[in-house]
């Protein structure tokens, strides 16, 4: 997809054609914008203003063959706006890291020190808050070159890695 214009193709790989273009845009104010996968739809994450007025973040689920069915799960608090967006005068993108457990952590690639996570249960209702990220909040210069992923930890490969005995554990405290 590309993230200024949300236009995107898609492509079947059984009969080898290309479909689209595809306008994800559910608001024309976007001014940036990324996906993520919850379930079997597709979620838009959206900058809408433009980079220098930052007015809101918000959130849609795409349905549909034709990704035409569009519904607004929910907007950024203003107050994990002004945390993503910190001393920062221009704010132009945005990084979405998703999970098969139904949470999304957004950041800004640009202050990486916040992380707002967004919930979404099964009903479609979301919850907002932040993380600290610790990588970046310790002072070290750990921080300079970083790479944030996510995945569902259980029980038991938490087990298994202390099991192993090959792995080391530390309670970071933020």
């Not at 007025?53 to 990704?67: A, H, M, P, S, T």
């Not at 910190?86 to 979405?96: D, N, Y």
């Not at 930890?153 to 090959?166: F, T």
Request: charge should be negative; proline fraction near 3%.
């Amino acid at each position: 997809m590309d993230q200024i214009f949300g236009v995107t193709h898609s492509y079947d790989p059984n009969s080898k054609i290309w479909s689209g273009p595809y306008d994800l845009r559910p608001d024309r104010t976007i001014y940036f914008s990324v996906i993520g996968l919850h379930g079997d739809s597709l979620i838009i994450v959206g900058l809408l203003g433009d980079s220098e007025n930052l007015n809101d973040v918000k959130v849609w689920e795409l349905n549909g063959e034709l990704l035409d069915c569009c519904k607004e799960i929910g907007a950024m608090p203003k107050e994990l706006l002004q945390r993503l967006k910190r001393e920062e005068t221009s704010f132009s993108s945005i990084k979405v890291i998703s999970s098969k457990a139904d949470f999304f952590y957004i950041y800004n690639p640009g202050e990486p020190g916040e992380l707002v996570v967004l919930e979404v249960d099964g009903e479609g209702l979301c919850r907002w808050g932040s993380v600290k990220n610790a990588a970046v909040s310790d002072g070290s210069r750990v921080a300079e070159r970083m790479v944030l992923t996510c995945s569902d930890v259980g029980l038991g490969d938490l087990g298994r890695a202390v099991g192993s005995g090959n792995g080391t554990f530390t309670l970071v405290k933020c």
